[in-house]
């Protein structure tokens, strides 16, 4: 899914924390995940699928890890804060791939990113939301399996 960036502190986002448990309210997290509606968020197969995965043990707990904040660090809420990650000290080659109907990021925030880290390639799916690699998986994996190739090949390791 996109990641980086200022998240600001959208309706898209309050619904995503707001989830419940209901097929309602997955149906509300998929709404602001997705931009393509039929294929996700007006299928209720779909909808179905993701409330059980949403239910297995352990989901929940790996979902909510990511919101936990050191408690010796003073909280200002984690959403609509500048963004402090410092892009410029990643010294591994990134592909950065991203949305461009997320409504959970900035308009244009993958560019800006990249131009801050000296190896990384950026790519925006205009008619993607948040997760590009569900919406637009089988480019997704053929742009990422052409990234690792052209990364093993610079490195002179030998790629299957």
């Not at 008619?127 to 994996?141: A, L, T, V, W």
């Amino acid at each position: 899914a996109s990641g980086g960036g200022f998240a600001p502190d959208s309706d898209a986002r309050k619904q995503l924390l707001a989830y419940d448990g209901s097929d309602e309210s997955m149906r509300g997290i998929l709404d602001g995940l997705f931009f393509n509606k039929t294929n996700w968020v007006d299928n209720p197969d779909y909808i179905a699928r993701r409330q059980e995965f949403a239910k297995l043990p352990g989901a929940w707990e790996c979902t909510a890890a990511a919101r936990f904040k050191a408690p010796f660090i003073e909280s200002k809420g984690q959403f609509g804060q500048p963004d402090a990650t410092p892009y410029e000290d990643i010294e591994v080659p990134v592909l950065l791939i991203a949305g461009g109907q997320d409504p959970l990021r900035m308009p244009g925030y993958a560019p800006e990113i990249a131009t801050r880290m000296p190896d990384s390639e950026v790519h925006v799916y205009e008619d993607s939301g948040h997760c590009p690699h569900i919406e637009k998986s089988f480019e997704f994996n053929a742009m990422a399996i052409k990234f690792l190739r052209k990364v093993h090949a610079r490195l002179g390791v030998e790629a299957v």
